[in-house]
């Protein structure tokens, strides 16, 4: 595994972020799967939650306790329609997804349609949603209780956020077999290359003002490529490898 994490709250005393936007797959995704899929049922989410809540998992994720730590409720999946509440950001992943755009079907190989640009697309979305439908925009309904304009965080809040992302492990495992380690050595620029060009235009999108943590799972052989490419994404940045 690798983790990159470029911060501006690195050089102060206290991180303090209003919200969360995450992008990933099944070890990040809050319930984006199965809101599309429905599906899920036990054992998912018994210890914890006491039910099947979306995660593909017994209980809570990294990201659920990211975001406890940082003093914020649970991620919403963004493809979620019932109970979802986005003032405190939303969560893009889903079980199975990829970086690259996959070339098969979900009910081929089981791999998600929601690839990582798909997530920025949705992103750019829900940015232009909350821009047009902002609390600061002084219209009638966003003084109603039960709007859904008071599910919605402020206009300001896309640069006083964290970007997380947890991806890229699916575009390797899903078909290692297949394309072996000399597979991986191809795909792998085009992955990194993919997740630079999506983190350059979240950082456009947000005037500079970028705070991002990325997790990337990759596999032993993949170690030697890391460090070479990684500077492709942040020029400051903090890695840790654990394999």
């Not at 799967?33 to 979306?54: H, L």
């Not at 309904?141 to 992302?165: A, E, H, I, M, Q």
């Not at 947890?166 to 085009?190: C, E, M, R, W």
């Not at 947000?206 to 492709?232: E, F, V, W």
Request: aromatic fraction near 12%.
């Amino acid at each position: 595994m690798a983790m990159v994490a470029t911060l501006s709250c690195l050089s102060h005393s206290k991180c303090e972020f209003e919200a969360i936007f995450n992008f990933g797959d099944s070890n990040s995704d809050t319930g984006g799967f199965w809101a599309a899929f429905p599906a899920q049922s036990e054992p998912y989410g018994m210890t914890y939650f006491k039910r099947p809540v979306g995660r593909a998992t017994d209980g809570r994720l990294m990201l659920d306790f990211l975001a406890q730590a940082l003093g914020l409720p649970f991620i919403s999946p963004y493809l979620q329609s019932i109970g979802s509440d986005y003032r405190h950001g939303a969560n893009y992943a889903t079980l199975a997804s990829t970086v690259l755009l996959p070339n098969t079907s979900l009910f081929v190989t089981g791999i998600s349609p929601f690839s990582l640009a798909i997530q920025l697309n949705q992103m750019k979305a829900f940015k232009t949603q909350v821009e047009e439908h902002s609390w600061d925009q002084q219209v009638e309904y966003c003084k109603l209780p039960f709007s859904k304009s008071n599910r919605l965080p402020s206009r300001d809040v896309f640069g006083k956020s964290l970007y997380t992302f947890y991806i890229g492990q699916n575009d390797f495992t899903s078909n290692l077999a297949a394309i072996g380690v000399g597979g991986v050595k191809q795909y792998l620029p085009q992955v990194v290359s993919q997740i630079a060009g999506t983190i350059k235009v979240l950082r456009a999108s947000t005037m500079g003002s970028l705070n991002h943590l990325l997790r990337q799972i990759l596999g032993r052989h993949c170690k030697n490529a890391t460090p070479t490419m990684l500077p492709k994404i942040a020029s400051t940045t903090v890695v840790v490898e654990i394999f």
